[in-house]
């Protein structure tokens, strides 16, 4: 899944103000960052759910929005600007995995992004 497509996704859910959360622990996003395994691609980071200040839809489109264009350094040096089609990564600074953004989907009270497990 790009960018892009993620955002496109995220668009969709009715209720902006609802938290996103991914489909694995009560994990939530948290911020982006170059992605350890290939710098030039883009990693959504996470942490485990709070009781509040989770990030809503609404601010995960904009964290998004504001990636496209930016510049990001990656882990051993080097700026790597990334664009609407940059591949996403689910992994927090340092970390590589396998773990790929599939599709989102609008549960009413939250938003989930789906994942799976790439080789």
Not at 16 to 45: H, M
Not at 71 to 77: A, N, Q
């Amino acid at each position: 899944m790009t960018i892009q497509e993620l955002i496109d996704d995220l668009q969709k859910v009715d209720d902006k103000k609802n938290t996103v959360y991914f489909d694995f622990c009560s994990q939530v996003p948290t911020g982006v960052s170059s992605w350890r395994g290939i710098y030039a691609e883009l990693a959504i980071e996470y942490k485990e759910s709070e009781y509040d200040g989770n990030m809503t839809v609404e601010e995960c489109i904009t964290m998004l929005k504001e990636s496209i264009g930016a510049e990001f350094c990656g882990w051993k040096g080097g700026e790597y600007v990334m664009h609407e089609d940059t591949q996403l990564h689910v992994a927090n600074p340092g970390r590589v995995g396998g773990t790929i953004p599939t599709h989102v989907t609008d549960e009413g009270w939250c938003a989930i992004i789906h994942t799976k497990y790439e080789d």
